[in-house]
């Protein structure tokens, strides 16, 4: 059955999201039906020349949908779908990539410098995180089976079939015994589904055993959440829980529709903190519409700003919504922190460490590596964190909170730097209140004319503030007001 899946699928060589526009009646009908393969969308007409499957996707997201073709260039078949006036907003499939580059010299001096950065000792007298807060990890799956991850996965137990705590071959039935629409998705699952897009591994389609084929994600585990007692790498938040979601494959690529599919899941069973150790140029609509739908639910979504991008545009960090990641480094001859060269620094947040920091790999190997995928994650952990001592705070209160007790890195903040590194220890003394938003023009709105725009904003320590406009991330932002 796989293997007929794979013939299929190396006939496809276009995928396309679309997004319906609301009011859409007729062709929202045929996708429908499409996607439960009764339709006949195929033979209407040369637009739909070559379409072999319509998948919807999440209930969450109703007007998303992915369309994969076969034979059918592929600019062409974007612009011609452009111009169909039933659809709202049309884009390429493209792949998103993991942020870590190996390191292979290693220093006693070194291992757990980010833990000394971080303020880790004086913050674990406050919490090391709570059992009921649970952490997303967006990426390349984990290798649950290491005694640094025992009991520290968030399980589902009505799927867990023989009460261990863990997921493993006598928990598949395969039935959706919870009837979440996920069949024996004991500890998450395993959206990877991209048939043009590897050359080994478990990449076909989507099943419940997100195993990491990669490393990546086994090392964001470890940093968040590994066990001091059983591991020899210390997660920086051990009492929280990890909800593994893979979606990178094993050369640790992952499409927009499955990140996306994997956001909605982790909002779906409660995470409150979302790790996306990820990144590429180009935004995606379809990938903003799930954070938007994470965020405008209370989860806080970590991203990191990449690695040796500089000044160019980097997602998901550069949305608005996401707290942006960016790295720190550590010089062990001087004892000093700076800013990691290789961060990127389209838009940070703060810092975190990135260079040189000790992970887990599949097997419990422990390794050295550098990357903004290690900012996130230790950012993720402190906001895991945070939230555990305060669970009434909102994502904009984490962000202000941890900008406000950043510790510089020179004489002031600067766009490379955000607002300095973080540290832990001030930030659980005192957390910070931020409020921010839209009043007029609502969301969605179509105006005509000259445009007021109605902005409220509350942050206990504010002294400054600036409104920017770009359309749809493309090109520089352009400053409309400022204000001190």
């Avoid at 994969?68 to 390429?92: K, M, Y």
């Avoid at 395969?174 to 080994?200: A, E, H, K």
């Avoid at 990669?214 to 959440?225: D, F, I, P, Q, Y």
């Avoid at 503030?465 to 493309?474: G, K, Y």
């Amino acid at each position: 059955m796989r293997w007929g899946w794979l013939g299929i699928a190396l006939g496809w060589s276009q995928v396309a999201y679309v997004c319906l526009r609301p009011e859409a009646q007729s062709l929202r009908r045929h996708f429908e039906e499409a996607a439960r393969g009764q339709s006949t969308l195929a033979r209407q007409g040369p637009l739909w020349r070559g379409l072999q499957q319509v998948e919807a996707i999440a209930p969450e997201l109703p007007n998303w949908y992915v369309l994969r073709f076969a034979g059918r260039d592929s600019t062409a078949l974007l612009d011609t779908l452009r111009q169909h006036p039933e659809l709202q907003h049309v884009e390429g499939a493209q792949y998103r990539r993991l942020w870590v580059k190996p390191v292979w010299t290693e220093s006693e001096a070194l291992l757990g410098w980010h833990h000394r950065a971080l303020g880790t000792e004086a913050a674990w007298t406050r919490t090391q995180g709570s059992p009921s807060l649970v952490i997303a990890l967006i990426d390349s799956g984990t290798d649950w089976t290491l005694p640094a991850f025992y009991r520290q996965l968030w399980v589902n137990p009505p799927e867990d079939l023989n009460r261990n705590g863990t997921l493993d071959s006598l928990d598949l039935n395969g039935q959706d015994d919870d009837g979440n629409g996920f069949v024996d998705d004991v500890i998450g699952y395993d959206f990877t589904d991209q048939p043009m897009g590897s050359s080994r591994g478990d990449f076909l389609g989507v099943d419940p055993w997100p195993a990491d084929q990669n490393g990546h994600g086994t090392a964001m585990a470890s940093l968040m959440v590994g066990r001091p007692d059983r591991s020899p790498v210390a997660g920086l938040a051990p009492g929280c829980r990890l909800l593994v979601l893979r979606c990178f494959n094993a050369e640790g690529y992952g499409e927009d529709d499955d990140i996306a599919r994997a956001i909605l899941y982790a909002v779906r069973q409660g995470a409150r903190v979302l790790n996306c150790s990820f990144g590429e140029a180009k935004p995606s609509q379809l990938l903003w519409a799930a954070i938007r739908y994470a965020t405008d639910r209370g989860a806080v979504v970590v991203a990191a700003s990449g690695n040796g991008t500089g000044r160019a545009p980097h997602f998901p960090s550069g949305f608005p919504e996401v707290i942006a990641a960016g790295g720190l480094a550590y010089n062990e001859a001087s004892g000093r922190y700076y800013l990691w060269p290789l961060s990127g620094y389209y838009r940070v947040d703060w810092l975190a460490p990135a260079d040189r920091v000790p992970v887990l790999l599949p097997g419990g190997t422990v390794s050295l590596l550098s990357g903004t995928s290690l900012s996130a994650a230790l950012t993720s952990a402190a906001a895991a964190l945070l939230l555990s001592q305060y669970p009434t705070l909102s994502a904009a209160d984490v962000r202000a909170t941890f900008a406000a007790r950043a510790l510089p890195l020179g004489s002031r903040p600067t766009p490379y730097t955000g607002s300095g590194y973080l540290y832990l220890p001030t930030a659980l003394d005192l957390p910070q209140t931020s409020r921010a938003g839209w009043l007029f023009p609502p969301e969605g709105a179509v105006c005509t004319g000259p445009i007021p725009l109605v902005f409220a904003t509350y942050h206990s320590l504010l002294d400054h503030w600036e409104v920017e406009w770009r359309p749809e991330f493309e090109g520089p932002p352009t400053l409309l007001a400022s204000g001190d």
